[in-house]
């Protein structure tokens, strides 16, 4: 049977890829899953479906640390102990280790490498240390990458220009799942009873990791400002940054304006609340947040950053915004607040169009070609 290894630097990256683990199983692969499952052990639960093989492999988030060292050893011996025919490999540390391993496996032709950056970590208004660091690595373990899968217009035509991949796609991220969204019947009332939310609030959703990078902090800033005690800011999601912003809202005096309500099963319900999306990211690549709420059929505000725009229309979806700059924050905020229930419904109506090409059928076709061109033949 042919073997596939998927390899990520953190297990939570299997909620991400478990449709093309079943594709690569539909494809006749033995799959076996390389990642850091420290934190994430439940996730083995929904592998089981698949019958992975999983490793664990001490990956570290920072290029320098040394225990990317003991990563390389475990996964050359995974490697060495296995014959995988096709190796597919997500987020940075993850790619850079599993291309390096692959090296001497590709040159005796009994292996192919597959690389999905979920967003360069340089871009347009990168910081000079991340264009200094991450792009020269990216550039020459390119030459070692059989196919490149980028997910933003922006990294497909940098990556077609400077990198040596043999192969340069473009998907439309791992897509989302237009049927979740549109039979869910959920009553908003019932949910908004349930939550204690009185009628007249308006809900701004965020939904996404509590870090630097979600910025949830510019919007809390931004609301402090606009002391409009009618607005309500839900918070959805788990992260480092969850406690010190509880305390930040706490000393602003917003803690009824701002409720942070972890981790959501049932997210679905939580988008058809919401009067508009709000996604103050710094960087992004395609984010299925913002893609759910686009499918879910609710206005958006949120960064002008790159994958973000490959998703929204300013003015047409919703309204892009300075991530850096509450003042703009504020100035959208009241925008959206001052718009018309027509020009509100146009928006909606707009997204729903634009997100079934982000539809996962579409996407699974897509991966399911560049799967199969991937098939290594003795």
């Keep these: 049977m042919k073997q596939a290894l998927m390899v990520f630097h953190l297990g939570n990256f299997i909620n991400f890829e478990l449709n093309d683990i079943k594709l690569l199983t539909q494809l006749g692969y033995k799959v076996s899953v390389a990642t850091n499952f420290n934190g994430f052990e439940y996730l083995k639960e929904k592998l089981k479906t698949y019958?992975?093989?999983n490793y664990q492999i001490d990956f570290d988030r920072f290029p320098?640390?040394?225990?990317n060292i003991k990563a390389y050893k475990q996964l050359k011996q995974i490697m060495n102990d296995n014959n995988f025919s096709l190796v597919h490999c997500h987020s940075p540390m993850g790619s850079v280790i599993a291309r390096l391993v692959a090296i001497p496996f590709r040159k005796k032709g009994t292996c192919k490498v597959i690389y999905t950056?979920?967003?360069?970590?340089?871009?347009?208004?990168?910081?000079?240390?991340?264009?200094?660091?991450?792009?020269?690595?990216?550039?020459?373990?390119?030459?070692?990458?059989?196919?490149?899968?980028?997910?933003t217009k922006e990294d497909y035509q940098l990556a077609k220009q400077k990198f040596y991949s043999k192969k340069i796609e473009y998907i439309n991220g791992i897509g989302v799942d237009l049927e979740k969204f549109n039979n869910n019947k959920i009553k908003e009332t019932d949910l908004?009873?349930?939550?204690?939310?009185?009628?007249?609030?308006?809900?701004?959703?965020?939904?996404?990791?509590?870090?630097?990078?979600?910025?949830?902090?510019?919007?809390?800033?931004?609301?402090?400002?606009?002391?409009?005690?009618?607005?309500?800011?839900?918070v959805v999601g788990e992260g480092n940054l969850k406690e010190k912003l509880i305390k930040f809202v706490c000393d602003?005096?917003?803690?009824?304006?701002?409720?942070?309500?972890?981790?959501?099963?049932?997210?679905?319900?939580?988008?058809?609340?919401?009067?508009?999306?709000i996604f103050p990211s710094i960087r992004e690549g395609l984010s299925v947040a913002l893609m759910e709420a686009m499918a879910s059929g609710i206005p958006v505000l949120c960064s002008n950053i790159r994958g973000n725009t490959d998703l929204i229309d300013d003015g047409k979806g919703g309204l892009l915004f300075n991530q850096k700059n509450t003042?703009?924050?504020?100035?959208?905020?009241?925008?959206?607040?001052?718009?018309?229930y027509i020009e509100k419904q146009s928006w909606l109506n707009y997204n729903l169009q634009k997100i079934k090409d982000f539809d996962i059928k579409n996407i699974e076709i897509k991966m399911k070609g560049i799967y199969e061109q991937s098939k290594f033949y003795k």
């Design 252 to 277: 602003l005096g917003l803690s009824k304006q701002v409720k942070f309500l972890g981790f959501i099963k049932d997210i679905e319900n939580y988008y058809k609340i919401a009067n508009a999306f």
């Design 51 to 53: 019958n992975t093989t």
């Design 327 to 340: 003042e703009d924050i504020i100035e959208k905020i009241k925008m959206f607040l001052n718009i018309s």
């Design 64 to 67: 320098l640390s040394l225990k």
């Design 192 to 234: 908004k009873k349930e939550l204690n939310i009185s009628e007249d609030k308006i809900i701004f959703l965020s939904v996404g990791e509590i870090n630097k990078n979600k910025n949830h902090i510019s919007v809390i800033k931004s609301l402090k400002k606009l002391n409009n005690p009618n607005i309500l800011y839900l």
């Design 117 to 151: 950056p979920h967003g360069f970590h340089f871009y347009k208004g990168a910081p000079i240390l991340n264009w200094l660091i991450y792009y020269p690595i990216e550039r020459f373990l390119s030459k070692f990458t059989d196919t490149l899968i980028t997910i």
